[in-house]
């Protein structure tokens, strides 16, 4: 029988904080009345990512650990593990549990209604109801909301908040997608989300609780990047190379 739900957990350097997440997912999961798997995809971390999570083998049900030797890039792992699980629907989701598994219910309803991507979104501009447990400053707000706009202008209009690590697809819009994406790192929710529109899938929006972990991966020089990614993104899209 094929299974439910598959979680993706894309990790880097989470020694510290993935035992935590995996026993909140399996607390959570464990209770519903649906199958589900857990799939952690590490990134070649140079710490002992690997052998905690091998470690809670034996008390996280259904968990799988895909053991990458390299780093990649978040959008490579993200996309190997969402490829290679098995579920009816394939949610991935941040190793600091940021955003917590319960979310899930909420994009339930909207699968059902006929959405094949759902996404959560902590920008009231999105949807009313999103939130972020410790509001950021007003200078990062400010350079937040100037670098969604540019995302819009040049690849996804109307969704505020591409980068939000929290989004569920479809197997079927899992392989449609996924198999065609091409940016490795931190621009590819951007690259999924115009993939998306470009062929056609409705996309949800459900609004997260979002509690930011000051231990964030993402610096100045990700943020930089990810503009750049995003031009490639848009010249990838014109010269037909998604085809």
């Known amino acids: 029988?094929?299974?439910?739900?598959?979680?993706?957990?894309?990790?880097?350097?989470?020694?510290?904080?993935?035992?935590?997440?995996?026993?909140?997912?399996?607390?959570?999961?464990?209770?519903?009345?649906?199958?589900?798997?857990?799939?952690?995809?590490?990134?070649?971390?140079?710490?002992?990512?690997?052998?905690?999570?091998?470690?809670?083998?034996?008390?996280?049900?259904?968990?799988?650990?895909?053991?990458?030797?390299?780093?990649?890039?978040?959008?490579?792992?993200v996309r190997q593990g969402m490829l290679e699980a098995n579920g009816q629907y394939r949610l991935f989701m941040d190793a600091d549990n940021a955003t917590t598994i319960d979310h899930f219910e909420k994009m339930i309803p909207l699968f059902k209604q006929g959405y094949q991507i759902v996404i959560g979104t902590r920008d009231k501009k999105d949807i009313e109801g999103a939130e972020q447990a410790v509001p950021q400053s007003f200078l990062k707000r400010q350079l937040g909301n100037a670098g969604n706009l540019l995302i819009q202008l040049v690849a996804v209009p109307g969704i505020w908040d591409t980068q939000c690590g929290f989004k569920a697809f479809t197997a079927k819009a899992t392989k449609d997608i996924f198999g065609r994406c091409q940016i490795n790192r931190w621009g590819f929710d951007i690259e999924v989300l115009a993939l998306a529109r470009k062929l056609g899938y409705k996309i949800g929006i459900v609004p997260v609780y979002w509690i930011n972990d000051p231990d964030t991966r993402v610096n100045l020089k990700g943020y930089l990047n990810t503009f750049r990614e995003l031009f490639k993104i848009k010249w990838n899209l014109i010269r037909g190379k998604y085809e």
């Open 1 to 77: 029988m094929k299974t439910y739900l598959s979680v993706i957990i894309p990790a880097y350097k989470e020694a510290k904080r993935i035992s935590k997440t995996l026993l909140a997912i399996d607390n959570y999961l464990s209770r519903q009345d649906y199958s589900y798997e857990i799939i952690v995809v590490d990134d070649g971390s140079p710490d002992n990512t690997a052998q905690v999570v091998k470690k809670f083998a034996s008390l996280v049900r259904n968990l799988k650990l895909i053991d990458n030797k390299e780093n990649h890039g978040k959008g490579w792992v």
